[in-house]
């Protein structure tokens, strides 16, 4: 499965296809000793009957392999996906939707974890939390988790937490606008700035960080607030937002500017990767391990081919990487070293 899906392949009967052809069951058999490829109905009872919880230490002991140091000083972006296939299957109580950490810096994924149906995402996220070893990285998440329960759990598990301020926290949000906005305390923040012209679009944005916390209480270890305001040019079309945060971290303006909106938007790119290399929404699958381990292997799959991508300097597409793949079997052995000397 994993080596099929490294191929780009989008669904188990493509792999399935794939691994009893002639050329590739030669190859499966040289490099991996697989010498029998089970019927395409008992590939799908294997991903059934594994455990996705035991998959999924599978992917964070593989990812950690690549990070001696672990994920200190590294940045984690959490966010949730819904499998859109699931939402009107009746084997689900409610659509299947899971929560990954995603480590910004390198684009890989380091685990997932299942969204209980009883539940929503604020607590899975905590959950995810204490099932890793987040020691020393930032966490950055959407308004969702802008939760105190959230803010705790990542401080007692010795991490920092950036946190995106919106609506569902109405106090906080008013607070920090009517700071920001005031032109005397404006004045005393620190500030940055940035330029970019995006396919026609200039975007300026601007961030503003004050450490005068004290007037805020009950989030632990608070150490900033921040703001910033991006400005779209588009065509001679002129619109603006803001958008505010909270951190433990002692964050500079600049250092705000690296971290959100960017980084908090890298989980939802490797979201859109699944979607896009692999159509994740229109997998049709009902049994809820099946979808779950497919989930796994695809991330896993992306993993290895953006560590490939980094490790070679490749300029290359996903997309193409794994059509190389597909077209020349060897080419797999190759992304399978990535990290070996």
Partial sequence: MILGSLCGLRNVSQIHQWAVNDRVAEFLSKHFDIKNIPCYFWLLCLLKMIKPSSLNNCLIRWTQSFLPDGVRGLTLSFDGKTVRSTTKMDKYEKPLHIISAHIAELGITLAGHKVNDKTNEIPAMRELIELLDVEGCTIVADALHCQKETATTIVKNKADYLLSVKGNQPTL?????????????????????????????????????????????????????????????????????????????????????????????????????????????????????????????????????????????????????????????????????????
């Fill in 173 to 341: 949000k008013e607070d920090i606008e009517n700071y920001v906005h005031n032109d005397g305390l404006q004045k005393g923040m620190d500030t940055a700035k940035t330029l970019e012209h995006n396919g026609g679009r200039i975007e300026r944005r601007t961030a503003f960080v004050s450490h005068e916390t004290d007037w805020l209480s009950g989030w632990p270890n608070l150490s900033c607030i921040g703001a910033i305001h991006t400005q779209f040019d588009y065509k001679g079309k002129v619109t603006s937002e803001w958008h505010y945060y909270i951190s433990s971290a002692h964050l500079s303006a600049q250092e705000l500017l690296k971290h959100a909106p960017r980084m908090e938007w890298s989980v939802e790119s490797m979201h859109w990767l699944l979607d896009v290399h692999f159509g994740e929404d229109l997998c049709r699958i009902e049994d809820e391990n099946a979808q779950q381990n497919i989930n796994i292997i695809r991330k896993i799959a992306l993993n290895n081919i953006k560590l490939y991508k980094q490790e070679v300097k490749s300029k290359l597409p996903l997309s193409k990487i794994m059509f190389g793949c597909l077209l020349d079997c060897e080419k797999l052995i190759e992304v399978l070293m990535v990290g070996e000397d």
